[in-house]
């Protein structure tokens, strides 16, 4: 398994982030909860879209929030496997910091591992 995080796994489009908090579903672990939505690509291969958001509401300072989420795609590109080997279809996936306080490392790492196993028990209830 790859742990590069390439361009065709950024989520950018805004059309599909607004679906994501409109239409989507979400899990959650204190203090990160992922939401997400089934994604239909052209090409029939499993693409799994990923995007960060920090809160401007908890972080005033721009810095603090680039560290953040800086942190949240590190946890993404160090266990993403644990998506890609569970899961049959294409999903974009959005990741949310909902803490005043920044965390270590560990900690959200950890937390995002079971996260990440939350959200495969989910889809898999499907």
Do not use: W
């Amino acid at each position: 398994m790859s742990f590069s995080y390439p361009k065709k796994e950024k989520l950018k489009s805004r059309t599909l982030i607004d679906l994501i908090f409109t239409k989507g579903k979400s899990v959650s672990k204190y203090p990160l909860r992922l939401s997400f939505i089934e994604n239909q690509n052209e090409s029939g291969a499993i693409v799994i879209n990923f995007g960060v958001s920090v809160s401007k509401k908890y972080f005033k300072k721009a810095v603090d929030r680039n560290y953040i989420k800086r942190v949240l795609r590190e946890c993404y590109r160090l266990n993403k496997d644990i998506i890609h080997k569970n899961t049959q279809k294409s999903y974009a996936l959005m990741l949310l910091y909902q803490c005043k306080e920044p965390l270590e490392y560990h900690e959200i790492n950890t937390k995002t591992v079971l996260l990440f196993e939350k959200f495969i028990s989910a889809v898999a209830e499907k």
